[in-house]
């Protein structure tokens, strides 16, 4: 009986793990700006993480966006904790592996204007931009108030326009 | 095309361009959470041979700082209701319940800064504390729970104000429900540190405080001139220590419906969530639905395939078929109907609180109530149904 639980338990996650890792991975390398081994990491932190509320995720409404909240959470936690020893550097650390060459300009001038910005400033672009997370949902995602998120996405906004030139439609490659 | 979308669109290709190994990240991640959870237990394990040793020089007292309980074993044996030395609660959960309870209590809370203590020790209360601004400057909600026998007469004294003649407390008003609202000024301090305070002893087994203070932090309290008031009301701290008193099992540990991370927790109001929190963890639920007032959710048996429909709903007014009284003034009927296909049972209990609340919760041996059989019994006990209905958790869902 025992065993069979365990399995069951370990099936499951091991569902909910590989079909929510893809996209834990794209907004973990937005977060950390293109450092693929660091989101990788990221995101083994996060799972980890809901594999041991496992036994309560029946309870919870909406995992995925649960497990996307834990993500941006430990992100913030460990930039708090490393931040004493980061230094920006003017070239990305690790070249993103970039699969699609349609525009690379375009993208590797968005990931070093997001390397840029403070860690909970980029947090709150990748919620609003990439994941659509309205100003509540974001400012209750990073333990922040709705203020605190309109003036971060504005302040942000203002950096990435100034950082990349107005439009970032102009950065694209031409076909 | 506004900047915004142009950023959008292009955050959505860069992320698209990075792939990565799935399984292989899953796989890496379920190594990661095995270890995780063992170092949890280990420190469960060490929590206790610690307070073996402490247990000879700790005060009980309500409010003290105990060492941070980091976590808990969900896999130990079963507990009784009614073991009141059974008590765990990591700091995270302590967290997140003051956090969620404050949302509940419709708190306005700028900038807040949450720092909890566990605790896997009946002795040692569990706390948290966060510091905020409330619009008109810094405040401080702090949390206090201990796990308690409620049969215990030294707790009476907590929750029962003295003879207005000699009190330390400038109000003191003794409520109902096991419950005390406190206000007073700690004399000598520069201004006053002014404090309101609602102890509540939960039936469930927890000695519950929740206080405000008009100053940030003790540190303060000696230098700075405060002048007003705490701005939390009596009245929303005694919200505060219901939510907190409904997040807790009478296992000696919460519940999701409190310790959910703040920001994911559902409507307030709604019966399904509160019902999914109740339900015995070792039940699998297949799907799930509901209104505002009635919730319901299938649970399966995977092994087997056999469903058993459970459903909760508050109700106006019935018939009443009361067979027992809990030692909280609640009644409690039990019953069991036939359904509408042939061998398929309805397990109903119902709870009617003194404040009027009455909750009914059925479940039946079927997919749903008309549905044909699926199997003899029900996957959740009569007794596991009773706790369901009983829980004081029901008093956050009106």
């Known amino acids: ?175 | 095309m506004r900047f915004e979308d142009d950023l959008g669109r292009a955050l959505r290709h860069t992320a698209g361009a990075f792939t990565t190994d799935r399984r292989s990240l899953a796989e890496g991640s379920l190594v990661r959470g095995r270890r995780r959870l063992a170092r949890r237990r280990a420190s469960v394990v060490a929590g206790s041979a610690l307070t073996v040793a402490l247990l000879a020089t700790a005060g009980a007292q309500l409010g003290g700082q105990g060492g941070a309980g980091k976590g808990r074993d969900h896999a130990s044996k079963p507990r009784l209701a009614g073991d009141y030395r059974h008590f765990a609660v990591t700091a995270e959960e302590m967290e997140n319940i003051l956090h969620n309870g404050m949302n509940r209590a419709g708190i306005a809370v700028a900038r807040p800064k949450v720092q909890g203590t566990g605790s896997s020790d009946q002795a040692r209360p569990a706390t948290a504390t966060i510091d905020f601004e409330d619009g008109w400057g810094a405040a401080r909600v702090t949390l206090s729970v201990r796990r308690v026998d409620p049969a215990e007469q030294d707790l009476k004294k907590l929750i029962t104000c003295p003879p207005e003649k000699g009190s330390p407390y400038e109000e003191c008003t003794t409520q109902p429900d096991n419950r005390a609202v406190k206000g007073y000024t700690e004399a000598g301090k520069a201004g006053g540190v002014k404090k309101w305070a609602v102890t509540m002893l939960s039936p469930n087994g927890y000695l519950i405080e929740v206080a405000t203070h008009n100053v940030p932090m003790a540190k303060q309290a000696e230098s700075a001139l405060v002048s007003r008031n705490p701005r939390m009301n009596p009245g929303k701290l005694r919200s505060l220590a219901m939510f907190v008193d409904g997040s807790f099992a009478r296992d000696g540990e919460p519940n999701s419906f409190g310790t959910v991370v703040p920001g994911a927790e559902a409507e307030s109001g709604d019966i399904l969530p509160v019902l999914k929190a109740l339900l015995p963890e070792r039940l699998h639920i297949h799907s799930e639905g509901g209104s505002g007032a009635e919730g319901h959710v299938v649970v399966i048996d995977r092994k087997t395939g056999k469903r058993t429909y459970v459903e909760a709903m508050r109700i106006a007014g019935d018939k009443e078929f009361w067979n027992e009284t809990l030692a909280d003034g609640t009644k409690v009927g039990t019953r069991r109907l036939t359904g509408k296909q042939p061998g398929v049972v309805q397990l109903r209990v119902d709870a009617l609180r003194v404040n009027g609340l009455w909750i009914s919760v059925s479940a039946y041996n079927a997919p749903s109530p008309t549905s044909r059989r699926s199997g003899a019994q029900h996957l959740i006990t009569e007794e596991e149904l009773k706790a369901v209905a009983t829980s004081r958790t029901w008093l956050l869902a009106r």
């Open chain 1, 1 to 175: 009986m025992r065993r069979s639980r365990t399995w069951s338990r370990t099936d499951e996650f091991m569902e909910f793990a590989a079909g929510r890792a893809g996209h834990l991975h794209r907004s973990a390398c937005l977060l950390t700006s293109g450092d693929t081994h660091l989101a990788e990491d990221l995101v083994q932190e996060t799972l980890s993480r809901m594999y041991a509320l496992w036994g309560r995720m029946s309870r919870i409404d909406n995992p995925a966006a649960y497990a996307q909240t834990v993500l941006v959470r430990t992100f913030l936690t460990q930039r708090r904790r490393y931040s004493a020893s980061e230094r920006p550097l003017a070239e990305l650390p690790d070249g993103p592996a970039l699969h699609d060459g349609n525009d690379p300009a375009l993208r590797l001038a968005l990931l070093q204007a997001l390397r840029e910005l403070p860690p909970k400033d980029r947090a709150v672009v990748v919620l609003r931009y990439w994941e659509d997370r309205s100003v509540e949902e974001t400012a209750h995602a990073l333990n922040v108030s709705s203020a605190a998120v309109r003036s971060r996405s504005s302040r942000a906004l203002a950096k990435l326009r100034e950082r990349l030139g107005g439009s970032l439609a102009e950065l694209r490659t031409p076909a």
